[in-house]
């Protein structure tokens, strides 16, 4: 799968602010494949300019245009391009060490709803206010200027993103979700897990959104589920491919996918192991039964 933060990050080709490790970036699509997979170890915001894209999590399908806004938690998602108009966005990538040290600088200001909805999905949508539509425009006019922004005024810009969330009623949800960037190791592992199982993202790539190196993330990960993460991945992986199968008319191929295989014939192997029937047997079985 593409990191995109460091295929930005590295890539001559998008206009650019970076200071350490915080990145805005005006980014067009480059990619003329209509699904693809992608991931980045640093949470960001999507505010979409022109054109059309969607982001698939393991739950749901979020497609914004023009004019709409999301934040995609750090970890994998699928993406679909559509190639009726060009599209632009302008993206923020936070780091999860910036997130917390803004927090613990403003702590005084951070007022978090004990009853408010709790994320538990990857992409959540952000709800545009006359504040974040300002915000905007003002990276917007950053990237039409000259020369490049003073960089204290530019991590200024950051924590004005950041103290719009935690002070509009609007974006409770999202500022819950930040706010669990200080959970303990374990809660944070696992909900990296069940956000990214079905995505064939590395043992690495699992332990770098985790903050962990791999030995720490398999000795948390065995506390955790009592299982390597190997073992653990298949099954939750066959498990999803079952549901898929079940409630879906997409063909095996697609359900290989969608759960994170490598490819098609390791699926079925595995599959088969497990419900001692192949993808196909299984789901005509079910039609057998209704």
Known sequence: MLNLHSFIRDSDYYKKLQIDDLLFVE??????????????????????TSGKKMWRSIQNNYVVETGDS?????????????????????????????????????????????????STDAVIRIELDEYLAGYINSLAAFFGAQSFPDKHLLHLKFEELLLNIFTRPLHKELAQYLVSLNNSQSALLEQVMEENFAYNLKLEELAALCNMSLSSFK????????????????????????????????????????????????????????????????????????
């Open 219 to 290: 000795r948390t990960f065995n506390s955790v589920y009592k299982t390597s993460p190997g073992k653990w991945l298949t099954e939750k992986r066959l498990d999803f491919a079952q549901y898929l199968l079940q409630t879906t008319d997409k063909n095996v191929s697609e359900v290989s996918f969608d759960c994170g295989f490598e490819d098609v014939s390791s699926f079925i192997r595995a599959f088969k192991r497990k419900f001692d029937k192949t993808p196909l047997q299984f789901r005509a079985g079910i039609t057998e039964n209704t």
């Open 70 to 118: 999301l934040f995609v938690k750090k970890g994998a998602n699928l993406v679909h391009q559509y190639f009726d108009e060009d599209y632009c966005a302008l993206m923020v990538f936070i780091s999860d060490d910036f997130i917390k040290k803004f927090m613990h600088r403003f702590s005084n200001i951070i007022r978090i709803d004990p009853e408010a909805p709790a």
């Open 27 to 48: 980014y067009k699509c480059l990619v003329n494949e209509t699904r693809a997979g992608i991931w980045s170890e640093v949470n960001y915001f999507v505010f979409v």
